[in-house]
């Protein structure tokens, strides 16, 4: 076997083993530790190399599985389930699960039948596997989003709450002095008691707190958020300081993007696939990271 071949027969194990493991977590057995390139001796006292292991233990009985994954372009022999089943019949006591990519051979399918030997198939799902299931989601999006432009900007107004009448009266002068005490930036963001940001800046905050969906194109529309601890800092005279924010009131325009379409291939997000050989049934699916 050349230096390929082995890292591609590794990588397959590895899959194996990764897949098997979180079937076992998804099942709730999640103190089965799932293992690679195991050495287990024997009844007759030799050793045998496993593919992928594991046991657990339930209801006082100790469960073993052992795996023999072929990573082979062709369908397996009766030859390779021999071979299988003598190194279960040697360790005893456990199950053996056969993994392969493309198939098995009449003659090995039987043998393992009669024996109790499992067979699965692991590799990229082919047409024929598609058969019956969705491959493909085509989706028509009709984006409506706020407007946000020089003739229709968003406008966003704070109301305060102060903490304290002296807080209050210093509040009311300086809001008569300036009407946009406050003034709602884009790059603005809420803050707690502390003085510390709570919330993303503005620009990205608002736009999540709209029912755009609701309305019909144009405006302008009126959205209240109500607040509870919320602050930012304003100048009432003595320098800045926190100032409790219970609320604001959002005003925006409305406006329908072109459509465009979407389609979601599950070719590209499955990479791999388990199945039952006999049953032809999907156990797992793999995805593509």
Sequence with gaps: MDAEMYADAI??????QAIYRNILVREGVSTANVKHNVSIVGRSGVEH???VYWEFKQAGITHRVLIECKNYASN???????NFFALIHDIGNCVGIMVTKTGYQSGAAAFCKHYGLVLKLLRKPTEVDWRGRIKEIHINMVPRVPVSNKTHPIVCKLYLRPSSEEQEVRLT???SQNPDLVHATPSMRFLDKDGQPITDELKWWIPRQLNVLEHEDGGPYKQPVGLTEHYTFADLGN???LVQVIGVVI???VETLPSHQVVIDATETVSAILKDF??????YVHRAS
């Design 11 to 16: 990588e397959y194990e590895l899959l194996t």
């Design 49 to 51: 190399q496993v593919d």
């Design 76 to 82: 397996l022999t009766l030859e390779k389930a021999r």
């Design 173 to 175: 002068n300086a809001s």
């Design 239 to 241: 320098g800045t300081e």
């Design 251 to 253: 005003e925006y325009y």
């Design 278 to 283: 006999q049953s032809g049934e999907w156990e």
